[in-house]
Structure formats: C-alpha cells, structure tokens
C-alpha cells in the first residue's frame, strides 16, 4: 500500500542554525505534499504545503522542496528558534483519490538555546 | 485556514463505558471529516471518513461497531467510543478538509486525550 517514510526520526540542533527533515513517498498518484507542526498535547497545524506541479516554496523561514522523479520531498528551517521545537510531519494525499492522506512517522526538533 | 473545534479535550473513564467526542467545523460546512488515532509518539493513523448524511468509511482494522460515527449536520461529526477498554486509550484527532479551486488542505482539530481506567 501506500506509504510516506520519514527522516530523521529526531533531529537537535543549535538555535541559529538549519534543520532538514526528509520524506519519500511510494504512490506515484500523490499530487499534494503538506507538512504539520504538532505541539505536546495539541492537534496538528499546517506551516507549509507544496503541489505536484511546484518544485520549491518558501514562506519566511520555512521552505519545501519536491522531487517528483525521485518521489522526495523536504522540509528546510532556517535560522531555527527554541520556539521551533515540535513534531513536524509530512504527508502525501492524492486528492484524485478520495483526498486520503498518508502520515510519515514524524520528526521530534529540539532547538537548543 | 479553517477553525475546527474538538470537546472534549481531555476525558478519564472507567473500562465498559461509551465516550462521545465531536468535532466542529466552525467556520464552514464540511459535508466530510476525518477521524484520526495517535498513540504516544507515533503517528497519526486514519481511522475512518465521516460524511455527512451518510454511513461514515471505515479503515481496515478499525472496528465499526466499537468507534461510532454520526455526521448529522455539515458543522458537526460524533465519534463514539462503546465499551470503552485500556487499550483504546490514545489521543483522538478530527480533521476538516478544505477543498475549493485554490486549495486542498485538512484542518485538524485540537485533539482529544482519551484515558480508559
């Protein structure tokens, strides 16, 4: 079935400095690409979504990119704060499909300060 | 974005009892929501689609008669847990989807935490 695998499972780094968190999905017929911030004890919230027919966006801060070909999409922080800290999520959906999204497993940030 | 309301947040229980929870959709009318399930330090797994004024679409594994589902309105979808045991202690989740021409996007609710003693 479909599956959306995530990297890395945990990620700590330096208040200041960039963070990467990776995500490969299997269903070729994914055409919407959304990532989740989710704070303890909260439900997950949008930061930034890319479509099939885009390769780069960026908000701020936060920028994704996509690599159809590969099946590849990443979400880049830059200049992170300790206010970044969470569990962030990608996710692929194929609205074609019943708008059914596929979960990764989630990335644990630590920002330090 | 869409505003999705959960209640309750939090709710403890003893085992063999039902526990409702709902999901509005405070904003606009969602004629779909989804109900999601994450246990500690996992993901969000999919439980089943809520639509309203019809039978709610189950996931495989996910017991239809144990988790309950009514989309009696376009702002208002129930989960209800029946007979409620430990094991189905976790944090539920409900979602609204956002679709028009510009965008396809889910908004989820705050989440419930479901205590089964």
């Known amino acids: 079935g479909e599956n959306v695998e995530q990297h890395p499972s945990t990620l700590s780094v330096q208040e200041g400095d960039s963070a990467v968190i990776k995500c490969t999905y299997s269903d070729s017929a994914s055409n919407y690409f959304p990532w989740y911030k989710q704070e303890l004890g909260k439900g997950p919230q949008l930061i930034i979504d890319i479509r099939s027919n885009v390769g780069e966006k960026k908000d701020q801060r936060i920028a994704v990119t996509l690599n159809k070909t590969a099946k590849h999409f990443s979400l880049h922080i830059t200049e992170t704060q300790p206010e970044d800290s969470a569990v962030y999520f990608c996710a692929a959906s194929d609205r074609a499909g019943g708008f059914k999204t596929i979960f990764g497993a989630g990335t644990r940030l630590f920002v330090k300060a | 974005g869409a505003v999705v309301s959960q209640h309750p947040s939090r709710v403890i229980c003893k085992s063999g009892t039902s526990v409702k929870i709902e999901c509005r959709s405070l904003d606009f009318q969602a004629t779909t929501m989804f109900w999601y399930r994450q246990f500690p330090k996992q993901s969000l797994m999919l439980m089943a689609t809520s639509n309203e004024g019809s039978k709610a679409t189950y996931e495989q594994g996910v017991e239809k008669d144990k988790f309950l589902i009514n989309h009696a309105s376009l702002t208002l979808s129930t989960l209800t847990v029946t007979s409620a045991h430990p094991e189905d202690s976790s944090f539920y989740i409900c979602?609204?989807?956002?679709?028009?021409?510009?965008?396809?996007?889910?908004?989820f609710g705050p989440g419930t935490r479901l205590t089964v003693l």
């Open positions: 979602s609204v989807p956002l679709m028009d021409i510009w965008t396809d996007t889910q908004y």
